[in-house]
């Protein structure tokens, strides 16, 4: 097996604010993997609140020695008993892998991993921290495009700056389902006092009020919480998994956080009965680093895959998101192309 990478911009359509920072793009690192003719694809994207630029994801693709295998399917179960890179740069390996797997068998990823048919889920779309206005604008453009699902970035400085923007959110867009997310910028005082609020405004749940540090007072405030609480930040591995089960209402997975699709499944697994339940979630990417989530989004109740939907130009395609749902291609492999290598074929 052949390895390559290649390093691209993704260009946000506009500055996404949110409690912490404002992001206008990122780097992402494109893995390939090259087995008797067919070729694996996989991503990793920078993310500063994780401390990986794109030199360091490079660094650790590099160390990655992939000669050492007979063919995918053994490098996929030996990835799968833990390597020591990254979780995002062993997610990205890991869907190189199962993409180049599912085209030698012919078999769609979701098919792989015991999934009948093609997964299909509504969405959520996420408004950043912004004006009023545009607020507005954003959910009544959203509504009639088809989503269902809109979450709103909170965490300002005023918390009514915030509860005046879910407000006219819920007015523009009556009928859609509203999760809130202020990416740990509460005190516990702030969350109790505030979660009643947004409970009477209609939001749904709530994601990782408290700063992330301190899961045992995440724990307490869901037990008198109004509104389910999914922990984000708090909930990155396993054993965070295991320790918030049964205590908040979701966790919010990522598969560049815990390492893939198999570290998701396992998280799954564990929760499964606990009465906490799964949130499919993302970093801002393309279509290729979305797509292994897509294969797992008909597992979770609640998906947030629509990091693609915010860039300028997504250089892949194939999971939709335009109108609401993101949907896994019924294709060997990830079923995701290449915007560019599609085009010069046409």
């Not at 408290?210 to 307490?220: F, I, K, S, T």
């Not at 629509?306 to 194939?318: F, I, K, N, Q, S």
Request: contains cysteine; aromatic residues 4%.
């Amino acid at each position: 097996m052949k390895a390559t990478l290649r390093t691209v911009r993704l260009d946000l359509t506009e500055p996404l604010r949110i409690s912490r920072s404002t992001m206008s793009a990122r780097d992402a690192v494109w893995l390939t993997i090259e087995d008797e003719g067919l070729y694996g694809h996989g991503e990793a994207v920078t993310s500063v609140y994780y401390g990986l630029d794109a030199d360091t994801l490079g660094r650790h693709f590099a160390a990655v020695d992939l000669n050492r295998f007979p063919d995918p399917e053994s490098a996929l179960e030996d990835l799968r008993q833990g390597w020591p890179v990254p979780p995002a740069v062993a997610a990205a390996v890991e869907a190189a892998l199962l993409d180049l797997v599912g085209k030698r068998m012919g078999s769609p990823v979701h098919r792989l991993l015991g999934a009948p048919a093609a997964p299909v889920a509504a969405t959520a779309r996420t408004i950043g921290i912004t004006s009023l206005a545009q607020a507005a604008a954003e959910a009544r453009r959203l509504a009639a495009s088809g989503f269902q699902v809109i979450k709103v970035k909170a965490g300002t400085p005023d918390p009514e700056d915030d509860i005046e923007r879910v407000r006219i959110i819920r007015d523009a867009a009556p009928n859609a389902r509203l999760l809130l997310d202020p990416n740990g910028a509460w005190s516990v005082p702030q969350a109790r006092a505030l979660l009643p609020r947004y409970a009477a405004l209609g939001v749904e749940a709530v994601e990782q009020p408290l700063a992330p540090g301190d899961p045992e007072a995440l724990g307490r405030l869901a037990e008198r919480s109004p509104l389910p609480i999914i922990a984000d930040e708090d909930a990155v591995s396993l054993e965070d998994a295991r320790r918030l089960a049964g205590r908040v209402h979701g966790v919010n997975v990522k598969l560049a956080k815990c390492g893939g699709v198999h570290a998701a499944l396992r998280i799954g697994e564990l929760i499964e009965g606990s009465g906490t339940e799964l949130m499919l979630g993302c970093l801002t990417a393309s279509s290729l680093g979305l797509a292994p989530a897509v294969h797992l989004a008909d597992r979770a109740r609640w998906a947030d895959l629509d990091g693609h939907l915010l860039l300028a130009h997504d250089p892949w395609t194939g999971i939709g998101g335009t109108d609401g749902f993101v949907r896994a291609p019924d294709l060997p492999g990830l079923g995701v192309e290449e915007v560019a290598a599609r085009e010069d074929v046409a």
